[in-house]
C-alpha cells in the first residue's frame, strides 16, 4: 500500500483505520464508538474505551523488557548521569504516586509540574497520570507572575518542583521564582513536593512544603495500582500563547492521545521497541510531552533525557550521546541545528552515528540552506515535520514507516499524516484553493485526529471562537499558518498569519523573506519583522547573524555585506521583498524553546515597549540587537 491510500483510507475508512490503530495500546476495556462527532467542533475519540497512559508506557513493558533502559538522564550542567530500567521506572512511578495520593491527589486532581529535565519531572507526570490525575507542565525558569496566571487557571492540589535548574552552567533557583508566584496567584495549593538537588537554597513553609527524599523514603516499596479512566479523560493540561492575557490551556485525552503517539511512532518516527530515541526538546514543551515521554515508553524505547546545552563541553555533546547510546532516532529543532553550524565542524565528525537511522527536525518553519547543511554534516536523513501544541503529533511529515522509499523534499515539511484532512483555505473567502502552489491559510476538516487538543482548558467557548469560527459556515479547523502546496502534494509551510508583511499592498510572508536572506552563503541565521512605514504601511526588516562575524567587522564591510544580501533578495523575491535594512547581529532574542521572538523585535523597531519577556532565554541578545539597531 503507498502512503497516499493509507492516508486517503484513514479520512473516507476513518472509524475502521483507527481502529485498527487501537490496537497498538492496551485497553482495559474496549471502546465502544471510535469517533463521537455529535457535538461538533468537539470529537470524543474512542468513547465508552477505558486505558490508562501510564500502564501502556510503563507496567506493559516490565514483562518482556524489564530490564532494558527506559530512561537515560545525562546532565552536563551537574555532571551527572543515571539510567533506569522499565522495573525500576515502575517501582518509582508506583513510589511517587503513593507520595502525590498522601499528599490529596485524586483522579481529576491537577498536579503542577515546575522542573528541570531530571528524571524525577517524567516520574512524577507518569504518576500523576497513574493516578487518573492531570498534571500540567510550566517551563522550569518561567516568571513568576505568568507562573501564578497557570496556578489560579490550572488550580493544582499539588505543585511539584525543584530548587534550581542549570543552563549554561548558570544557576537558576526554581523555589523562590515559585514562592512569589504562589503571593501572587488567588488560588493556593495544599502542599509544594520539593526535590533538593543541593544548586540552591529553597526556603521552607511547613506543612505546605514537603521534602521529596523523605516523602520518598516512606513511600518506596508502595504499589499503586493504575486508575482506568475514560478514554476522553484529560491527561494533561499544556499552556501555549494567545492573543489575550489569559492563559490558554491545551487539554489534552487519554486514550486518542495514547494511540495517536504509537501510530506516529510506527509510521513516521520508524522507532522500535528495544532502540533509543534521543529527543533535544523539554518536558515544559509539547514535543517533550510527546516525544521525550510518552511516544518513546509507549513504543517500548529507551528514551535519553539531556540537561544542558548543545555546546557544552562543545559542539559534539549530542554525537557522542548518540554513540554512547547507540540512539536510532534523534529529534531536535531548526534553531538548535543554526547553533550548531557556528561552531567548529570537526565537532559533527567526532562521533560513530551509524546507529542513527535519521534526525527529525520541528519547532519552526525548517529553511533549506540549514536542511542541506546538516544533512551533509552527518550524511544521514533530515526529515521535516510540522505541528502545534494544539495538535500533539504532526501534521505534516514524510511517513516512511508506511513507505520507505517516499522521497522528502528541502523546504516542505511533507504531506499531511494519518487522519489529518488538510485544506489550504482563502483567508478572505474561505474558500477552498485546490491548484497548486497558490497561497492559503493551512486548515484541517472537522474532526481533527486523534490526540489532538479537546478544547481549551475550562473555556469551551474560547476553542471554538479561536479555532473554529474563522471560515463562516465550515468546520474548519485554523492552523493560523499560511502555506502553498506543489503539485505531488507537499506543503510547503510560509509563515504565521501574523507574520504577514504588507509593503505597499503587496503581501509578503516573513518566512518568504527569510529563506531569501538565508540563500546568502554569509548568513547563518535570519528574523525579518514588519516595521510601520508612513508611507509603504509597512517595511521589512533583517537581522542577521553571520557564520563570521569578522564579515561585518567594519562599518565599511557591513555596508558592502548589506548590498550583497538585498542583491539576493532581489534575485529571488524581487525588490518588493528587500529589506530596508540588514541588521548584524551576534544572536537573536528567543524563546527558550527557540522560537524567535519577532513581536518583541518589532516593537524594539518602532520604539515600543517589548513587552512581557519571562520567556527570553538571553536578554543580551535583545540589549545587542537594539544597540546595533540604533546605531546610526
Not at 119 to 147: C, Q
Not at 217 to 231: L, M, N, S, Y
Amino acid at each position: 500500500m503507498t502512503y497516499a491510500d493509507l492516508h486517503q483510507r484513514s479520512i473516507q475508512e476513518r472509524d475502521t483505520f483507527w481502529r485498527e490503530q487501537a490496537s497498538r495500546i492496551d485497553w482495559q476495556r474496549q471502546p465502544e464508538q471510535i469517533c463521537d462527532t455529535s457535538q461538533p467542533p468537539f470529537a470524543r475519540w474512542f468513547a465508552g474505551g477505558t486505558t490508562n497512559l501510564c500502564h501502556n508506557a510503563v507496567d506493559r513493558h516490565v514483562a518482556t523488557r524489564g530490564d532494558q533502559a527506559a530512561l537515560i538522564f545525562v546532565s552536563t550542567e551537574t555532571g551527572s548521569e543515571r539510567t533506569i530500567n522499565f522495573r525500576q521506572l515502575l517501582r518509582e512511578v508506583e513510589t511517587t504516586a503513593a507520595m502525590l495520593h498522601s499528599l490529596g491527589v485524586r483522579q481529576g486532581d491537577r498536579v503542577l509540574l515546575y522542573m528541570p529535565m531530571i528524571p524525577e519531572a517524567i516520574i512524577t507526570m507518569l504518576a500523576t497520570v497513574r493516578l487518573g490525575a492531570i498534571h500540567s507542565v510550566v517551563f522550569g525558569g518561567f516568571a513568576s507572575a505568568s507562573l501564578a496566571s497557570r496556578i489560579d487557571d490550572a488550580r493544582p492540589k499539588v505543585i511539584v518542583t525543584a530548587d534550581a535548574g542549570s543552563r549554561g552552567g548558570k544557576v537558576i533557583a526554581y523555589k523562590p521564582l515559585l514562592d512569589d508566584a504562589l503571593r501572587l496567584a488567588t488560588h493556593q495549593v495544599d502542599h509544594v513536593l520539593l526535590v533538593d538537588r543541593g544548586l540552591a537554597p529553597a526556603d521552607r513553609l511547613p506543612p505546605r512544603d514537603v521534602d521529596h527524599a523523605k516523602l520518598r523514603e516512606q513511600h518506596r516499596h508502595a504499589q499503586v495500582p493504575c486508575t482506568w479512566v475514560d478514554a476522553t479523560h484529560p491527561s494533561y493540561i499544556l499552556y501555549t500563547s494567545g492573543t489575550t492575557g489569559k492563559p490558554k490551556g491545551v487539554q489534552r485525552d487519554t486514550g486518542g492521545y495514547a494511540v495517536a503517539l504509537a501510530t506516529s511512532m510506527d509510521q513516521i518516527y520508524q522507532g522500535k521497541a528495544g532502540e533509543t530515541f534521543f529527543c533535544t526538546s523539554d518536558i515544559g514543551w509539547v514535543v517533550g510531552h510527546s516525544y521525550i515521554v510518552y511516544g518513546p515508553l509507549i513504543a517500548g524505547m529507551s528514551t535519553v533525557i539531556y540537561e544542558g546545552l548543545p555546546t557544552n563541553p562543545d559542539a559534539a555533546i549530542w554525537w557522542s550521546l548518540v554513540e554512547q547510546h547507540r540512539v536510532s532516532v534523534m529529534f531536535s529543532a531548526p534553531t538548535a541545528i543554526r547553533v550548531l553550524k557556528k561552531q567548529d565542524p570537526d565537532c559533527l565528525k567526532r562521533h560513530d552515528l551509524s546507529s542513527l537511522k535519521h534526525l527529525f527536525l520541528a519547532g519552526e518553519p525548517l529553511d533549506e540552506p540549514t536542511a542541506r547543511w546538516i544533512h551533509d554534516a552527518i550524511g544521514k536523513p533530515i526529515v521535516d515535520n510540522y505541528w502545534q501544541t494544539e495538535t500533539g503529533w504532526p501534521i505534516l511529515s514524510v511517513a516512511r514507516g508506511v513507505q520507505p522509499d517516499l522521497a522528502t523534499r528541502f523546504g516542505s515539511p511533507g504531506m499531511p499524516m494519518p487522519g489529518y484532512d488538510v485544506v489550504l483555505r482563502d483567508d478572505a473567502t474561505g474558500q477552498v484553493i485546490t491548484e497548486p502552489g497558490q497561497k492559503g491559510v493551512l486548515t484541517i476538516n472537522y474532526p481533527l485526529p486523534p490526540g489532538c487538543l479537546q478544547t481549551v482548558w475550562g473555556d469551551d467557548d474560547r476553542y471554538v471562537k479561536t479555532y473554529w469560527q474563522n471560515f463562516d459556515g465550515q468546520q474548519a479547523y485554523n492552523t493560523f499558518d499560511w502555506g502553498i502546496r506543489d503539485a505531488d502534494g507537499y506543503y510547503f509551510i510560509l509563515g504565521r498569519t501574523d507574520d504577514v508583511i504588507n509593503v505597499a499592498g503587496h503581501r509578503l510572508g516573513t518566512r518568504e523573506i527569510e529563506e531569501a536572506v538565508s540563500s546568502h552563503p554569509a548568513v547563518a541565521e535570519v528574523a525579518v519583522v514588519g516595521v510601520a512605514d508612513a508611507l509603504k504601511g509597512q517595511v521589512p526588516m533583517a537581522f542577521a547573524v553571520l557564520r563570521d562575524a569578522s564579515r561585518a567587522g567594519t562599518p565599511e564591510a557591513a555596508l558592502a555585506l548589506q548590498a550583497e544580501v538585498m542583491r539576493a533578495v532581489d534575485q529571488s523575491l524581487g525588490a518588493v521583498g528587500r529589506p530596508a535594512r540588514v541588521v548584524f547581529v551576534n544572536a537573536l532574542p528567543k524563546t527558550r524553546s527557540g522560537k524567535l521572538l519577532r513581536r518583541a523585535i518589532q516593537a524594539v523597531c518602532e520604539g515600543r515597549d517589548a513587552g512581557d519577556l519571562t520567556t527570553m532565554d538571553d536578554p543580551t541578545a535583545l540589549a545587542q540587537l537594539t544597540e546595533r539597531w540604533q546605531a546610526p
